[in-house]
Nanobody, 129 residues
Framework: QLQVVESGGGLVQPGGSLRLSCAAS????????????IGWFRQAPGKEREGLSC???????NYLDSVKGRFTISRDSAKNTVYLQMNSLKPEDTAVYYC???????????????????WGHGTQVTVSS
């Protein structure tokens, strides 16, 4: 069973940075994260889960408008890990951040809609002075 685990959350001051990691394991023999599209999502208290960014198997990325220029998604398929570099953090970025993966080897694009198969349990990001 494929598992996804997020890490790297914490408390940061406004204007600060964090790098979240998403490590995946449990692939079938012969497969790795390179066969999967990955998405990052977040959910703040009292709000719906929103998609932030995604990266396709070909490396194409998409971003929510409110995080463009501040967040950067990247993948290291050899390590089966995806990262979300978050800069210029704001208090409104406070939320639980989730990583999700979807087997999608033939598609050059990805979506920030929650159409993913495997989800992590999330990591808390708090932006506060």
């Amino acid at each position: 069973q494929l598992q996804v685990v997020e890490s790297g959350g914490g408390l940061v001051q406004p204007g600060g940075s964090l790098r979240l990691s998403c490590a995946a394991s449990g692939f079938r023999s012969g497969y790795n994260l390179g066969f999967y599209a990955i998405g990052w999502f977040r959910q703040a208290p009292g709000k719906e889960r929103e998609g932030l960014s995604c990266i396709s198997t070909s490396g194409k990325t998409n971003y929510l408008d409110s995080v463009k220029g501040r967040f950067t998604i990247s993948r290291d398929s050899a390590k089966n890990t995806v990262y979300l570099q978050m800069n210029s953090l704001k208090p409104e970025d406070t939320a639980v951040y989730y990583c999700a993966v979807k087997f999608n080897p033939r598609s050059p694009i990805c979506t920030i809609q929650p159409q993913y198969d495997y989800w992590g349990h999330g990591t808390q990001v708090t932006v506060s002075s």
